[in-house]
């Protein structure tokens, strides 16, 4: 099969820098930490308000300055409403939904994923700016969606 | 009625016999139906996200938006790519199709017309507001499941039409090389064929005894890694044959050649292995998955750059050595001699350029990591409206617009032309408007598929509403090209003067060797029946035997 000269410059071009890219997200991914949300807890979805630490949502200190915010995501809300938190903490988001999948997004940080009955997710970050933070849902969940919301304020 | 009257048959010099034409038209037209309704249910979305109306009581902004998406997304692509690719593979296989393809290509489309009934039906009783997904635990009416179910299996019905079409053909020519055009749509419904067997299994195995009441609950991670099996392939689905028209048509009406027989083959099969085993990277930010077979589905995703750099190369070949030819000096001289008033040309060509950033955009969202900054945002609606709303269909425009007069005897006239130029430059101008304001909304934090809200007026929520006063003004545009189009298509088919159009299918310019090994169909269905099970094998046997506990139905809406 005949290629033109130009054409295999410009594929290998295309494969070289291809190759690197995929090496870069592996390096990112492996070797720094930064693979994307994958948790694989599970839990019961008919039994979230039953199940501790999910039958009383909230904040727990962890360490120094690191908490671990245990919420679930419903039909059409978060719990805990009201989350305070001092400049540069960590925060360990654990999040569960008792009824159908939602998105848990917060604008400004790299905290966004998917929030599916049956499992757990998670994520992790810092919070060095004070603001009002908004959480919001971003997968469709029904009539409500759009006023599924709240916010974390880091004073 | 005007409507209703007869497609002129009386002219010898269709190029498509008329058994085949009629089978198309109505493929055609069902899609461009469906094209009208979801134009509308998008500019009302449009404006009611950018809080510029409300909607009455009787309906909802979701119920709305599913209409949209299922009439847009499935129905318009779908019916219209069936359509094309048979009008092509009659018009390159000697002009006709015989009577085992019509009677598949019929059977189909009645059992397609009947799921989609159904499934319309149950959007406008406002029992399956599920959106175009359908995630369970989310539950529409059994109907809706049903009539997704027939329109995929009568989907396939057209497939094995074409299939049939290419045995009667390699049979009466035994040794040669299948025309490019045929070879292609073969290539086409073995991808789309493979990508909806999972999506059939969802919908007959989970999705229907479930909303049934027959079994209580649902493995949800499973239904959704069978849905993404399905729903990365279906966008290839959509872009192979707007390929298809780019590789094969376009050159002709450029006056130009194929580039390379071989390589467009070539850039198809790639496209065929790598655009089904990766659809992780839609689930990229949820639980229950691992980061390892996370990479290797952004790994296998990432790969389609190189089928993609091929078409690239290609297009641009043809345009500058059919400028050159016409007398283009120069480094860019070529770029001037090109058909610029020529809506055949033009539309598609338009849409080529949205593709570009379209595809790096494309390789934003398959990235896992940069995936968090946009996934679930209006960025990827924007994606997918620069990507299939504008690449693909301005493509499948530019095509009705000679397919449409090339099946019903009649000419694409001076004046009609010009109008297609006009819905052209509506359609471009609003997807640009639209789908900028959407990235730059979604970078920001905005997410999609949500009513008009401002978060009780969050300070940085209140600092979206002027894109999506944009967006709306983009969707207005888009709805008016949208009217255009319609009225112009009605035009070629019932009012425009009789006479020929030509249905332009391109040659290479010298005899080219063709690999036999392009045509062994048992290798490429092995190769990707292998880059499946290395891909979902171990983690679907995974999601079946440690599922989550089961979800049971909800109806939220």
Same mark, same amino acid.
């Given at each position: 099969?005949?290629?033109?000269?130009?054409?295999?410059?410009?594929?290998?071009?295309?494969?070289?820098?291809?190759?690197?890219?995929?090496?870069?997200?592996?390096?990112?991914?492996?070797?720094?930490?930064?693979?994307?949300?994958?948790? =694989?807890?599970?839990?019961?979805?008919?039994?979230?308000?039953?199940?501790?630490?999910?039958?009383?949502?909230?904040?727990?200190?962890?360490? *120094?300055?690191?908490? *671990?915010?245990?919420?679930?995501?419903?039909?059409?809300?978060?719990?805990?409403?009201?989350?305070?938190?001092?400049?540069?903490?960590?925060?360990?988001?654990?999040?569960?939904?008792? *009824?159908?999948?939602?998105?848990?997004?917060?604008?400004?940080?790299?905290?966004?994923?998917?929030?599916?009955?049956?499992?757990?997710?998670?994520?992790?970050?810092?919070? *060095?700016?004070?603001?009002?933070?908004?959480?919001?849902?971003?997968?469709?969940?029904?009539?409500?969606?759009?006023? =599924?919301?709240?916010?974390?304020?880091?004073? | 009625?005007?409507?209703?009257?007869?497609?002129?048959?009386?002219?010898?010099?269709?190029?498509?016999?008329?058994?085949? !034409?009629?089978?198309?038209?109505?493929?055609?037209?069902?899609?461009?139906?469906?094209?009208?309704?979801?134009?509308?249910?998008? @500019?009302?979305?449009?404006?009611?996200?950018?809080?510029?109306?409300?909607?009455?009581?009787?309906?909802?902004?979701?119920?709305?938006?599913?209409?949209?998406?299922?009439? @847009?997304?499935?129905?318009?692509?779908?019916?219209?790519?069936?359509?094309?690719?048979?009008?092509?593979?009659?018009?390159?296989?000697?002009?006709?199709?015989?009577?085992?393809?019509?009677?598949?290509?019929?059977?189909?489309? %009645?059992?397609?017309?009947?799921?989609?009934?159904?499934?319309?039906? #149950?959007?406008?009783?406002?029992?399956?507001?599920?959106?175009?997904?359908?995630? !369970?635990?989310?539950?529409?009416?059994?109907?809706?499941? %049903?009539?997704? !179910?027939?329109?995929?299996?009568?989907?396939?019905?057209?497939?094995?039409?074409?299939?049939?079409?290419?045995?009667?053909?390699?049979?009466?020519?035994?040794?040669?090389?299948?025309?490019?055009?045929?070879?292609?749509?073969?290539?086409?419904?073995?991808?789309?064929?493979?990508?909806? %067997?999972?999506?059939? /299994?969802? /919908?007959?195995?989970?999705?229907?005894?479930?909303?049934?009441?027959?079994?209580?609950?649902?493995?949800?991670?499973?239904?959704?890694?069978?849905?993404?099996?399905?729903?990365?392939?279906?966008?290839?689905?959509?872009?192979?044959?707007?390929?298809?028209?780019?590789? /094969?048509?376009?050159?002709?009406?450029?006056?130009?050649?194929?580039?390379?027989?071989?390589?467009?083959?070539?850039?198809?099969?790639?496209?065929?292995?790598?655009?089904?085993?990766?659809?992780?990277?839609?689930?990229?930010?949820?639980?229950?998955?691992?980061?390892?077979?996370? @990479?290797?589905?952004?790994?296998?995703?990432?790969?389609?750059?190189?089928?993609?750099?091929?078409?690239?190369?290609?297009?641009?070949?043809?345009?500058?050595?059919?400028?050159?030819?016409?007398?283009?000096?120069?480094?860019?001289?070529?770029?001037?001699?090109?058909?610029?008033?020529?809506? &055949?040309?033009?539309?598609?060509?338009?849409?080529?350029?949205?593709?570009?950033?379209?595809?790096?955009?494309?390789?934003?969202?398959?990235?896992?990591?940069?995936?968090?900054?946009?996934?679930?945002?209006?960025?990827?609606?924007?994606?997918?409206?620069?990507?299939?709303?504008?690449?693909?269909?301005?493509?499948?425009?530019?095509?009705?617009?000679?397919?449409?007069?090339?099946? #019903?005897? &009649?000419?694409?006239?001076? #004046?009609?032309?010009?109008?297609?130029?006009?819905?052209?430059?509506?359609?471009?101008?609003?997807?640009?408007?639209?789908?900028?304001?959407?990235?730059?909304?979604?970078?920001?934090?905005?997410?999609?598929?949500?009513?008009?809200?401002?978060?009780?007026?969050?300070?940085?929520?209140?600092?979206?509403?002027?894109?999506?006063?944009? @967006?709306?003004?983009?969707?207005?545009?888009?709805?008016?090209?949208?009217?255009?189009?319609?009225?112009?298509?009605?035009?070629?088919?019932?009012? !425009?003067?009789?006479?020929?159009?030509?249905?332009? %299918?391109?040659? #290479?310019?010298?005899?080219?060797?063709?690999?036999?090994?392009?045509?062994?169909?048992?290798?490429?269905?092995?190769?990707?029946?292998?880059?499946?099970?290395?891909?979902?094998?171990?983690?679907?046997?995974?999601?079946?035997?440690?599922?989550?506990?089961?979800?049971?139905?909800?109806?939220?809406?």
């Amino acid at each position: 099969m005949h290629l033109h000269r130009y054409e295999k410059i410009w594929l290998m071009l295309g494969a070289g820098g291809l190759a690197l890219f995929i090496v870069l997200l592996c390096v990112n991914a492996f070797a720094m930490g930064m693979a994307p949300p994958s948790n =694989m807890e599970m839990i019961d979805p008919e039994k979230v308000t039953e199940t501790p630490p999910f039958d009383k949502p909230g904040l727990k200190q962890v360490g *120094d300055n690191e908490y *671990d915010a245990y919420m679930t995501a419903f039909a059409f809300g978060f719990a805990p409403t009201k989350m305070e938190i001092p400049v540069g903490a960590t925060v360990n988001f654990h999040v569960t939904s008792p *009824d159908v999948i939602h998105g848990f997004q917060i604008p400004e940080t790299n905290i966004n994923f998917m929030v599916l009955p049956g499992h757990i997710s998670s994520a992790t970050h810092t919070f *060095d700016e004070p603001g009002e933070y908004l959480i919001l849902c971003n997968e469709y969940c029904g009539a409500g969606h759009q006023v =599924m919301a709240t916010t974390i304020i880091v004073k | 009625m005007v409507i209703a009257r007869k497609i002129d048959d009386t002219l010898p010099h269709v190029p498509v016999q008329r058994s085949a !034409a009629r089978l198309s038209l109505a493929y055609v037209w069902v899609a461009y139906i469906a094209f009208g309704l979801a134009a509308v249910a998008g @500019m009302v979305q449009g404006m009611v996200r950018g809080g510029i109306m409300e909607l009455p009581s009787w309906t909802n902004y979701y119920q709305i938006l599913t209409a949209h998406g299922v009439l @847009m997304a499935l129905i318009f692509t779908t019916y219209f790519i069936v359509g094309f690719i048979f009008s092509g593979v009659a018009r390159t296989t000697g002009g006709s199709l015989h009577g085992a393809a019509l009677k598949f290509g019929w059977a189909g489309w %009645i059992l397609m017309t009947l799921g989609t009934l159904m499934a319309v039906v #149950t959007i406008l009783m406002n029992e399956a507001s599920v959106l175009y997904t359908f995630y !369970a635990p989310l539950k529409a009416s059994p109907y809706f499941y %049903i009539g997704s !179910a027939l329109l995929v299996v009568g989907s396939w019905l057209a497939g094995f039409g074409v299939f049939a079409s290419y045995r009667k053909w390699k049979r009466e020519n035994k040794g040669k090389t299948s025309p490019l055009f045929l070879y292609m749509g073969v290539t086409t419904y073995i991808l789309w064929i493979t990508a909806t %067997i999972p999506v059939a /299994v969802e /919908v007959l195995f989970q999705l229907i005894p479930w909303s049934l009441g027959l079994v209580p609950t649902i493995n949800v991670m499973l239904s959704r890694t069978l849905f993404w099996f399905f729903g990365h392939p279906l966008v290839y689905f959509w872009l192979l044959p707007a390929y298809m028209a780019w590789y /094969v048509c376009l050159p002709r009406i450029i006056g130009g050649h194929v580039f390379s027989d071989s390589l467009s083959r070539l850039a198809f099969i790639c496209l065929l292995l790598f655009s089904i085993p990766v659809g992780f990277h839609h689930q990229l930010m949820e639980p229950g998955i691992s980061p390892a077979w996370k @990479m290797i589905h952004v790994t296998l995703t990432l790969i389609v750059v190189i089928p993609s750099l091929m078409t690239a190369f290609s297009m641009f070949a043809i345009f500058e050595t059919t400028g050159r030819k016409k007398g283009g000096v120069g480094l860019f001289g070529w770029f001037k001699k090109l058909p610029w008033t020529d809506v &055949r040309f033009f539309a598609p060509f338009v849409g080529m350029l949205f593709f570009i950033p379209g595809g790096a955009g494309g390789i934003i969202n398959a990235s896992n990591q940069i995936n968090a900054v946009v996934h679930n945002t209006i960025w990827v609606t924007g994606h997918f409206h620069i990507t299939v709303g504008a690449a693909v269909a301005l493509t499948f425009f530019g095509v009705s617009f000679w397919l449409i007069p090339a099946l #019903t005897g &009649r000419q694409l006239t001076k #004046t009609a032309n010009r109008m297609g130029m006009v819905q052209t430059v509506f359609w471009a101008v609003g997807m640009f408007l639209m789908s900028l304001a959407m990235h730059a909304m979604g970078l920001q934090g905005a997410p999609r598929r949500t009513d008009y809200t401002t978060y009780m007026d969050h300070p940085l929520a209140l600092g979206w509403m002027d894109y999506q006063r944009v @967006m709306a003004f983009g969707g207005g545009l888009l709805f008016v090209s949208a009217i255009l189009l319609i009225a112009i298509l009605l035009y070629l088919t019932f009012y !425009a003067p009789k006479g020929n159009t030509e249905y332009p %299918i391109a040659e #290479t310019e010298t005899t080219q060797e063709v690999p036999k090994i392009l045509e062994r169909w048992p290798v490429w269905i092995g190769l990707v029946a292998f880059l499946i099970i290395l891909a979902y094998g171990y983690p679907i046997m995974q999601q079946i035997q440690h599922q989550a506990p089961g979800s049971p139905p909800f109806v939220t809406w």
